[in-house]
């Protein structure tokens, strides 16, 4: 089993729509859960952190995390072109490694 | 502006030749690391270190090693480059439970 999973892509989604995103993981003792977005050819950027149960929004994005179940994920709402990228989850404990999912791609459709 | 920076955007390399990647970050961070990244594979962790002169491996550290000198900078070394190596290669750094920071990536390509 791997450490972090994700929702397997490609997915597609129409612009103005919403884009659900999800990821499983199996170290029960994780602690800080991310997400992290990632334009072709360039490094990740953190969209959403998140360290407790329940929802965190931001804007057009909202985490939400369940520790009993073992899984975070990630709502972008009235999605746009620019959305489009690699989406990558992320866990870790205190001061130790940041394990990431293999990522799911979202293409935006005009 | 937090910054992470990496030394080189692109680097060609020939095989058996040894390779030095460094990273420096500005934000007085404890832990740093150095992934890399090949399609269908994600990101996979290579070293970490959570002080200075302190190391771990991480799930792929064979044919790499890492330097830690100060707090700042991290280095990681390819003993014997080998065409396998050809990646994209990321470094990281964050402080406790927050977020990790990257720098901009190193595309190395072995010949």
């Known amino acids: 089993q791997k450490e972090v999973e994700q929702n397997s892509g490609p997915l597609s989604v129409p612009e103005g729509a919403i884009a659900s995103l999800n990821c499983t993981y199996s170290?029960?003792?994780?602690?800080?859960f991310f997400w992290y977005r990632q334009y072709s050819g360039k490094s990740p950027e953190l969209i959403m952190s998140i360290y407790s149960n329940g929802d965190k929004e931001d804007g057009r994005f909202t985490a939400q995390l369940n520790k009993a179940s073992q899984y975070v994920s990630l709502l972008i709402r009235d999605s746009q072109p620019s959305d489009s990228a690699t989406y990558l989850c992320a866990v870790k404990r205190v001061n130790e490694k940041l394990t990431f999912g293999t990522g799911t791609r979202l293409t935006i459709i005009p | 502006d937090v910054k992470v920076t990496q030394s080189s955007r692109y680097l060609v390399k020939r095989t058996g030749e040894k390779v030095f990647l460094e990273c420096v970050q500005d934000m007085d961070h404890e832990n740093m690391f150095w992934y890399r990244q090949d399609p269908g594979l994600g990101l996979r962790l290579i070293y970490f270190?959570?002080?200075?002169?302190?190391?771990e491996k991480g799930d792929i550290p064979e044919g790499y090693s890492v330097s830690r000198e100060k707090k700042e900078r991290f280095s990681l070394i390819l003993e014997s480059a080998s065409t396998n190596q050809t990646s994209m290669y990321l470094c990281a750094s964050d402080r406790g439970r927050t977020e990790a920071f990257f720098g901009q990536g190193t595309r190395l390509t072995v010949v």
């Open positions: 170290d029960r003792g994780s602690q800080s």
């Open positions: 270190s959570y002080d200075v002169k302190m190391k």
